[in-house]
């Protein structure tokens, strides 16, 4: 495997249900992402881990929870989802070195629909 | 607060005629400038980064944009179409003292037509 994969790549989940979405990076990157892709709405950052600490936290509903056990894994826990929480979600890695950022490599995302 | 804007939602162009997707940003301090490209089903994949240096930046598939500090913008362009370019295109902007905190523009979908 290769750069950064996610599973599953399509999800149909009910508002009771709890899933969980999983990302790997190959990159040997520091830092992660995961940002909600909607339709005709721009790319949201959800979360950011760098060196498996949460650095960022956008404001996103506790219905979200990310994890980040080591710095290749990155998870995104679902549980009493909405409707409106459909999207295409996107994974990302980085390295980060002092303060600079490098380009971020994405994984395919997962197609998720809540029903 | 960064932003980016990207005017044009869709971009029409024949293809074997110049392509260009137009970006303007806003950010504090010196912008670190990026453009990715999304294929359907796929994630985004990185084209070119404007960090410093020379204005003119070229990147993967033909593509190159102009880091223009004046008029805050970094257009991306390829002189030759192909059909194969027709995808969305996002512009990202990040300002020196935003971490990792990428601001993506809203994609502007491209068409190359034969």
């Known amino acids: 495997e290769t750069g950064v994969t996610q599973t599953p790549r399509h999800l149909v989940m009910g508002m009771t249900n709890k899933k969980s979405l999983k990302c790997e990076q190959h990159?040997?990157?520091?830092?992660m992402y995961w940002y909600k892709q909607s339709a005709k709405k721009p790319l949201e950052l959800m979360f950011v881990?760098?060196?498996?600490?949460?650095?960022e936290n956008n404001s996103v509903p506790s219905r979200f929870s990310p994890e980040c056990p080591n710095s290749s894994h990155l998870f995104l826990h679902l549980h009493t989802l909405q409707p409106e929480d459909s999207a295409l979600y996107l994974c990302?890695?980085?390295?980060?070195?002092?303060?600079?950022?490098?380009?971020?490599?994405f994984g395919p995302g997962t197609r998720l629909t809540v029903l | 607060a960064q932003s980016v804007a990207q005017p044009e939602d869709q971009v029409n162009v024949a293809e074997g005629n110049p392509l260009t997707v137009k970006c303007t940003y806003s950010?504090?301090?010196?912008?670190?400038l990026f453009w990715y490209v999304q294929y359907p089903n796929r994630g985004l994949q990185f084209l070119l980064k404007?960090?410093?240096?020379?204005?003119l930046v070229k990147g993967s598939y033909g593509f190159e944009a102009e880091f223009n500090k004046s008029q805050t913008s970094f257009h991306l362009k390829k002189p030759s179409a192909l059909v194969s370019d027709s995808a969305l295109y996002f512009c990202a902007v990040r300002g020196w003292a935003a971490g990792n905190k990428l601001t993506f523009g809203g994609g502007t979908r491209v068409l190359v037509k034969p």
């Open positions: 950010v504090s301090g010196n912008p670190y």
């Open positions: 990302a890695s980085s390295q980060a070195s002092g303060s600079s950022y490098n380009e971020q490599f």
């Open positions: 881990y760098s060196l498996e600490e949460r650095v």
């Open positions: 990159l040997g990157h520091n830092a």
């Open positions: 404007y960090i410093t240096g020379d204005n």
